[in-house]
């Protein structure tokens, strides 16, 4: 009977949906124990915890992601919701605009081309170069050039994951050792690499680097979608 129970409700798009917040929540109780601590990123442990229970219970992804599309669906809204701090800080960003667009051309140029290159050059499938090309922009957007490319979705959205939470991990201690103190600058440089995961890092650290961050964010996503055609 609690075979039959479970198979039930491993089935249900509830159940991993609830599961899902649940970790959540827990991942951000753990994180405020230390704040500072790069580590203890929500979302790497969010990631863990429900890969280990995904293998542990034998259930593929696509059943979890039938739950878990909702949590998906919300990356649009979250994305576009990120133009507020940008419409309240309207004037400091004018003030830094010149520095902005000249790091986001060399930053995309950079996250596309470099990895374009080092694909190539391991031989990877074209799909699979399709696949990684956009990794430093949001899941959804990068999702989306990868569909349109005959990449891999799935693969793509992985290594987004990944990047992102790299870059939440590195930009503090890289900055620091790098000596550069200015927030915007540093929000910039992590949205640019790192997305949403990133700016969710930068927000916590410092308001303007979050919205420094938030900004780079979308006019990469929109820059990137451009010109990685040009490598591909």
């Known amino acids: 009977m609690n075979s039959a129970l479970w198979v039930y409700l491993a089935t249900s798009p509830l159940l991993w949906l609830t599961g899902t917040l649940v970790v959540w929540l827990a991942a951000t109780a753990i994180a405020s124990l230390r704040p500072g601590n790069p580590l203890l990123n929500p979302i790497m442990l969010t990631i863990a915890v429900i890969a280990i229970v995904l293998c542990l219970a034998g259930i593929d992804y696509k059943t979890y992601f039938e739950g878990a599309q909702f949590i998906h669906f919300l990356l649009g809204p979250a994305t576009v919701a990120l133009g507020i ?36 050059l391991f031989g990877f499938s074209s799909s699979v170069v399709a696949s990684l090309a956009p990794k430093s922009t949001t899941a959804a957007v990068a999702m989306a050039i990868s569909s349109g490319l005959n990449g891999d979705p799935a693969l793509t959205a992985a290594v987004v994951v990944l990047t992102g939470i790299c870059g939440a991990i590195i930009v503090t201690p890289m900055m620091n050792a790098m000596r550069i103190k200015d927030y915007s600058a ?34 990469n996503a929109v820059l990137t979608s451009l010109i990685v055609h040009l490598f591909l």
């Open 186 to 219: 540093r929000g910039f440089a992590v949205g640019l690499a790192s997305h949403g995961i990133g700016t969710a890092r930068a927000y916590s650290v410092d308001p303007v680097a979050g919205l420094f961050s938030g900004i780079a964010m979308g006019l």
């Open 85 to 120: 701090p940008l419409y309240e800080k309207l004037s400091l960003v004018k003030s830094n605009l010149v520095p902005m667009l000249a790091a986001l051309i060399a930053g995309s140029l950079t996250a596309v081309g470099a990895t374009v290159f080092f694909a190539h």
